[in-house]
Nanobody, 127 residues
Framework: VQLQASGGGLVQAGDSLRLSCAFS????????VGWFRQAPGKEREFVAR????????YYADAVKGRFTVSRDNAKRSVYLQMNSLKPEDTAVYYC?????????????????????WGQGTQVTVSS
């Protein structure tokens, strides 16, 4: 499995960005997908995830109401629409995927719940 994230950049507070992630190497609909982020000096943290058909979505409290995760199974892609960006959203954003759906995947996603990670894309929000 390969995950290729793109769409990061430098924006001002209040702006929007849309991250994309292209999936290859396996059957996309077998995978739950999502996003994590890591800011300098901080641990990697969960952002958002969705199930194989996009029916179930879950967000970190810090981004709820501002970010939207989605997927297009025909294009084998997952997206993260980020609105009302804040300086504290500055981080490297990682696209993730997993075939294993545990209780944690649904209610408290953690890095070890995801078996495949993309290379990351930098998002910088200036104040």
């Amino acid at each position: 499995v390969q995950l290729q994230a793109s769409g990061g950049g430098l924006v001002q507070a209040g702006d929007s960005l849309r991250l994309s992630c292209a999936f290859s190497g396996a059957t996309f609909t077998n995978y739950g997908v999502g996003w994590f982020r890591q800011a300098p000096g901080k641990e990697r943290e969960f952002v958002a995830r969705t199930t194989w058909n996009g029916a179930s979505k879950y967000y970190a409290d810090a981004v709820k109401g501002r970010f939207t995760v989605s997927r297009d199974n025909a294009k084998r892609s997952v997206y993260l629409q980020m609105n009302s960006l804040k300086p504290e959203d500055t981080a490297v954003y990682y696209c993730v995927a997993t075939t294993y759906s545990s209780t944690e995947f649904y209610t408290n996603p953690r890095p070890h719940n995801f078996t495949h990670w993309g290379q990351g894309t930098q998002v910088t929000v200036s104040s």
